[in-house]
């Protein structure tokens, strides 16, 4: 799905819940971000899901037909066989779901990977071969994959992903606008010219914090640490630093041209409202997606 309008675009990222509440508490949560427009929201998925069509596909279904709001739904490559990828292709074509983020997820070290996709672009390119009607997006990384060897190495299995078909990317969160920039231009000097969205994640509890420090490979730079040395123990002053401090990386994307914004939510609708009550007029007039 490549942005269409001539400004940045807002996008959304929600995740499947494990529990009936917490799934009321999702539907809850995407009735109150549908006023917001967003271009797209999308939904993730596991290697841990016993079942894709039971919960990445049901909540983007509803996405669009509750909501009017184009979905994509989340693939990963490692644990799919093509028998499996045919299958979940043609119920996305019944539900009328035609936006596909490819991945090759995450490895699970007691569980053996599959052998038809051993990355994410040959799962693209499979999925491309099937049916080039679906809109492929792809992920990055503007600080490197943690799996790369280095930033040359990184940048080429990029642009295999977009000779295979992707439309778009979608980057990991980062907290460094610079590293972004920089990344950029890795990708312009490579002839990757196919739109970048900038993933954001506002950091708004003390425990998402301390996960992201102890899990994320990415850079955090010192006004970011000050936040959470300053407020990690005061939650709400935390959450109004950590949204202010997405909302002025938001702004610096937008007006140095970033294509769009894709705002990873965590499925709560208040930080997307709050950070599209600063931040929507700098997006540009999106014009009406119709879903046919």
């Given at each position: 799905?490549?942005?269409?309008?001539?400004?940045?675009?807002?996008?959304?990222?929600?995740?499947?819940?494990?529990?009936?509440?917490?799934?009321?508490?999702?539907?809850?949560?995407?009735?109150?971000?549908?006023?917001?427009?967003?271009?797209?929201?999308?939904?993730?998925?596991?290697?841990?899901?016993?079942?894709?069509?039971?919960?990445?596909?049901?909540?983007?279904?509803?996405?669009?037909?509750?909501?009017?709001?184009?979905?994509?739904?989340h693939l990963t490559a490692a644990y799919l066989n093509k028998g499996e990828?045919?299958?979940?292709?043609?119920?996305?074509?019944?539900?009328?779901?035609r936006n596909i983020l490819a991945l090759r997820g995450d490895i699970l070290?007691?569980?053996?990977?599959?052998?038809?996709?051993?990355?994410?672009?040959?799962?693209?390119?499979?999925?491309?071969?099937?049916?080039?009607?679906?809109?492929?997006?792809?992920?990055?990384?503007?600080?490197?994959?943690?799996?790369?060897?280095?930033?040359?190495?990184?940048?080429?299995?990029?642009?295999?992903?977009?000779?295979?078909?992707?439309?778009?990317l979608v980057t990991q969160m980062f907290f460094d606008n610079e590293s972004?920039?920089?990344?950029?231009?890795?990708?312009?000097?490579?002839?990757?010219?196919?739109?970048?969205?900038?993933?954001?994640?506002?950091?708004?509890?003390?425990?998402?914090?301390?996960?992201?420090?102890?899990?994320?490979?990415?850079?955090?730079?010192?006004?970011?640490?000050?936040?959470?040395?300053?407020?990690?123990?005061?939650?709400?002053?935390?959450?109004?630093?950590?949204?202010?401090?997405?909302?002025?990386?938001?702004?610096?994307?937008?007006?140095?041209?970033?294509?769009?914004?894709?705002?990873?939510?965590?499925?709560?609708?208040?930080?997307?409202?709050?950070?599209?009550?600063?931040?929507?007029?700098?997006?540009?007039?999106?014009?009406?997606?119709?879903?046919?």
């Amino acid at each position: 799905m490549i942005p269409n309008n001539n400004g940045a675009t807002l996008s959304f990222e929600v995740f499947p819940p494990t529990s009936k509440s917490s799934i009321d508490s999702l539907y809850h949560s995407l009735s109150q971000m549908e006023d917001l427009a967003p271009e797209f929201i999308s939904v993730t998925c596991s290697n841990q899901q016993l079942s894709l069509t039971d919960s990445t596909v049901k909540i983007a279904q509803h996405i669009q037909q509750q909501h009017q709001v184009p979905s994509i739904v989340h693939l990963t490559a490692a644990y799919l066989n093509k028998g499996e990828v045919d299958d979940i292709l043609e119920v996305l074509r019944q539900k009328n779901i035609r936006n596909i983020l490819a991945l090759r997820g995450d490895i699970l070290p007691d569980k053996p990977r599959g052998t038809d996709f051993q990355y994410a672009s040959d799962l693209i390119s499979y999925i491309k071969g099937q049916d080039d009607r679906f809109s492929i997006s792809a992920a990055c990384y503007p600080e490197g994959h943690p799996e790369s060897d280095n930033t040359v190495a990184d940048i080429h299995h990029l642009r295999e992903k977009i000779q295979a078909g992707a439309d778009q990317l979608v980057t990991q969160m980062f907290f460094d606008n610079e590293s972004f920039y920089q990344f950029q231009e890795k990708c312009q000097l490579a002839g990757i010219d196919v739109p970048i969205l900038a993933g954001i994640m506002p950091v708004i509890n003390k425990r998402q914090a301390e996960r992201i420090i102890r899990t994320a490979d990415i850079q955090l730079p010192r006004k970011f640490l000050a936040i959470l040395d300053k407020y990690g123990d005061n939650p709400v002053a935390l959450k109004d630093a950590g949204t202010a401090y997405a909302i002025d990386q938001i702004v610096d994307l937008v007006t140095q041209g970033a294509a769009g914004i894709h705002l990873y939510t965590m499925n709560k609708a208040e930080t997307a409202r709050r950070i599209y009550t600063a931040t929507n007029s700098l997006f540009g007039i999106q014009e009406t997606v119709e879903i046919s």
